[in-house]
């Protein structure tokens, strides 16, 4: 029973990383899933979350616009593609479903 997130890393400011969240252990279509984040220094915040089939989608004010949250329920995976990033984007972007949290994924933006 486990959340794995991928996908971080070092990018130039303006560009673009796609993170995933691979779920196990619990019925990944049965659940809301979201993407939350925490920078250096800073409270946990919340980034995106995705109804259970989709259909709904809910982002902070500071991403609207560049991010994009995403599932393949078939796949039992969740995505966040972020585009347009921000030096005060950095952050351990973490998933969160199904009463579990998985172990974050570093996303430094800086040239």
């Known amino acids: 029973v486990q959340l794995v997130e991928s996908g971080g890393g070092l990018v130039q400011p303006g560009g673009s990383l796609r993170l995933s969240c691979a779920a196990s252990?619990?019925?990944?279509?049965?659940?809301?899933m979201s993407w939350y984040r925490q920078g250096p220094g800073k409270e946990r915040e919340l980034v995106a979350f995705?109804?259970?089939?989709?259909?709904?989608?809910n982002y902070a004010d500071s991403v609207k616009g560049r991010f994009t949250i995403s599932r393949d329920n078939a796949k039992r995976t969740v995505y966040l593609q972020m585009n347009g990033l921000k030096p005060e984007d950095t952050a351990v972007y973490l998933c969160?479903?199904?009463?579990?949290w998985g172990q974050g994924t570093q996303v430094t933006v800086s040239s």
């Open positions: 969160t479903g199904g009463g579990l």
């Open positions: 252990g619990f019925t990944f279509s049965n659940y809301r």
């Open positions: 995705i109804s259970s089939f989709g259909g709904s989608t």
